[in-house]
T-cell receptor, first 114, second 112 residues
Framework: GDSVTQMEGPVTLSEEAFLTINCTYT??????LFWYVQYPGEGLQLLLK?????DKGSNKGFEATYRKETTSFHLEKGSVQVSDSAVYFC?????????????FGQGTILTVHP | AAGVIQSPRHLIKEKRETATLKCYPI?????VYWYQQGPGQDPQFLIS???????DKGSIPDRFSAQQFSDYHSELNMSSLELGDSALYFC???????????FGPGTRLTVT
């Protein structure tokens, strides 16, 4: 079945540091890939997406590239801010008969200190 | 822009009681999904509806049932509640021709 594996956390960084959160996946066919962010006490917000190999999703300074050869979708940001502190989830939708349900990774807690 | 609405936002029930969670999708979205997120866990898919018909089913206990109504809102009915049902329950909606799902703020269910 489909699965998503995220790097173990939590991740603690100083403001303006470079961020990488690793995400690899296993899926049949050609999945669409997503990063969602969850701030404390809130719901999930879509951060970025990529729907085919070599696509780069980007939003609010975050980027991720869909790498089919390494089955990866790592999240990066060049300079994090305190306001980026949240839980980040990598997710996939394998399409086909799954009718769009999302399979999530275990989440990575990011804490950014001033 | 309109978002997914869930009610109630918080719910406290005792063991063996029943609970009903409601979800109002974004207008013109034809698919609704329900997810369960336990403490410190990733969201787990429960069930989905497309055009008011059940389209997919995940790890939803037999004690739970759901439906989508003619106005596209959906309800998740939970009976014989157990302590382990305490979780955040998210609803998400989507239009078929776009890839992303939009999540509601969630209902936090506490079973005591």
């Amino acid at each position: 079945g489909d699965s998503v594996t995220q790097m173990e956390g939590p991740v603690t960084l100083s403001e303006e540091a470079f961020l990488t959160i690793n995400c690899t996946y296993t899926a049949t066919g050609y999945p669409s890939l997503f990063w969602y962010v969850q701030y404390p006490g809130e719901g999930l917000q879509l951060l970025l997406k990529a729907t085919k190999a070599d696509d780069k999703g980007s939003n609010k300074g975050f980027e991720a590239t869909y790498r089919k050869e390494t089955t990866s979708f790592h999240l990066e940001k060049g300079s994090v801010q305190v306001s980026d502190s949240a839980v980040y989830f990598c997710a996939l939708n394998s399409g086909g008969t799954s009718y769009g349900k999302l399979t999530f990774g275990q989440g990575t807690i990011l804490t950014v200190h001033p | 822009a309109a978002g997914v609405i869930q009610s109630p936002r918080h719910l406290i029930k005792e063991k063996r009681e029943t609970a009903t969670l409601k979800c109002y999708p974004i207008p013109r979205h034809d698919t609704v999904y329900w997810y369960q997120q336990g403490p410190g866990q990733d969201p787990q898919f429960l069930i989905s509806f497309y055009e008011k018909m059940q389209s997919d089913k995940g790890s939803i206990p037999d004690r739970f049932s759901a439906q989508q109504f003619s106005d596209y809102h959906s309800e998740l009915n939970m009976s014989s509640l157990e302590l382990g049902d305490s979780a955040l329950y998210f609803c998400a909606s989507r239009r078929t021709e776009i890839y992303e799902q939009y999540f509601g703020p969630g209902t936090r269910l506490t079973v005591t």
